[in-house]
């Protein structure tokens, strides 16, 4: 339509901007899937390959839209968290909505024989959508009643059950420079041990021999970087101290060397945003303050 004799079409679009310094979520979620799981005789009540198909079509809007900080799902529903300083679409709600709605439809389509390798496809799912704006503070909920119920009524202890199918699954990204500790992935997408992002490089000898005379071993940095500084302090505090009749220390100019490096190595730094980074599956506790204070940029 655009460059067209029809453009004075889009002169009639309502605007729709989301309220700024928010927090959008986009919640999708299953149209008729009770008939939809018995026509393709889902497992009841949790079906894993099913819900594995969903997480894969949930990390397929995150892999699209990197605004889209966090998702988390449960049954046929999943939920998007745009973070909040995003411009994502000039923050339109329609636009944002249906793009989220369009890309989890067709990756779960998509995706569909990878994951239901048994079970043809009998008619393609549909899912809607809506996008909620929510305040900048979070409240918790109390799960005690729930697991009671379950217990005195069908006789289900709420701590046996997988994880996936009690705290649903989680999608996050993990900071590219790998700082801390990762959680890793099965194949099937639940999380497993933690494991270190990148392995340490060893520093070279003569990098140890001057950076660290007291003996104590250090990290080698980049070409450039810290260990560089340190030799060329070294280097000219020793010049420093041949000429004329004062003594120069040449470890204080290591030092000096070094904090000036990493004061403007700090500088140059900015804060993990989790718009970039390999996105995992997670299947933990979102309620409590522990998820959260790992990953302060999502309420950021």
């Known amino acids: 339509m655009?460059?067209?004799?029809?453009?004075?079409?889009?002169?009639?679009?309502?605007?729709?901007?989301?309220?700024?310094n928010t927090f959008v979520v986009c919640r999708v979620d299953g149209r008729t899937f009770h008939k939809f799981s018995d026509v393709h005789e889902f497992e009841k009540p949790n079906d894993k390959p099913a819900l594995d198909l969903m997480d894969r079509a949930a990390r397929a809007?995150?892999?699209?839209?990197?605004?889209?900080?966090?998702?988390?799902?449960?049954?046929?529903?999943?939920?998007?968290?745009?973070?909040?300083?995003?411009?994502?679409?000039?923050?339109?709600?329609?636009?944002?909505?249906?793009?989220?709605?369009?890309?989890?439809t067709s990756a779960y389509v998509f995706y569909?024989?990878?994951?239901?390798?048994?079970?043809?496809?009998?008619?393609?799912?549909?899912?809607?959508?809506?996008?909620?704006?929510?305040?900048?503070?979070?409240?918790?909920?109390?799960?005690?009643?729930?697991?009671?119920?379950?217990?005195?009524?069908?006789?289900?202890?709420?701590?046996?059950?997988?994880?996936?199918?009690?705290?649903?699954?989680?999608?996050?990204?993990?900071?590219?420079?790998?700082?801390?500790m990762a959680e890793?992935?099965?194949?099937?997408?639940?999380?497993?041990?933690?494991?270190p992002r990148r392995a340490p490089v060893s520093p070279a000898p003569e990098v140890v021999a001057q950076a660290h005379g007291d003996g104590v071993q250090g990290e080698a940095d980049e070409p450039g970087?810290?260990?560089?500084?340190?030799?060329?302090?070294?280097?000219?505090?020793?010049?420093?101290?041949?000429?004329?009749?004062?003594?120069?220390?040449?470890?204080?100019?290591?030092?000096?060397k070094k904090l000036g490096w990493r004061e403007k190595k700090a500088k140059r730094t900015r804060p993990y945003e989790g718009i970039t980074g390999r996105v995992v599956v997670l299947h933990e506790d979102i309620i409590g303050d522990k998820f959260w204070a790992l990953r302060p940029w999502l309420l950021s």
């Open 2 to 20: 655009a460059k067209s004799r029809f453009e004075y079409v889009r002169t009639f679009e309502l605007p729709d901007p989301l309220l700024n």
């Open 61 to 104: 809007v995150m892999d699209e839209l990197p605004d889209v900080v966090m998702a988390f799902g449960e049954s046929d529903e999943y939920s998007f968290l745009i973070r909040r300083q995003s411009n994502l679409f000039n923050r339109r709600r329609s636009k944002i909505n249906s793009t989220v709605v369009s890309i989890f």
């Open 112 to 180: 569909w024989p990878q994951y239901m390798t048994n079970t043809p496809m009998q008619y393609p799912p549909s899912f809607d959508g809506r996008v909620v704006l929510y305040p900048t503070e979070k409240e918790g909920t109390d799960s005690k009643d729930k697991n009671e119920l379950l217990f005195t009524q069908f006789g289900i202890n709420y701590n046996n059950i997988s994880p996936q199918f009690r705290k649903g699954s989680t999608l996050v990204r993990v900071s590219p420079e790998g700082e801390g």
């Open 184 to 195: 890793s992935v099965t194949p099937h997408g639940e999380a497993g041990p933690s494991v």
């Open 225 to 256: 970087g810290e260990a560089e500084a340190e030799a060329e302090a070294e280097a000219e505090a020793v010049q420093d101290a041949s000429v004329g009749d004062a003594e120069v220390e040449p470890k204080a100019g290591v030092e000096k």
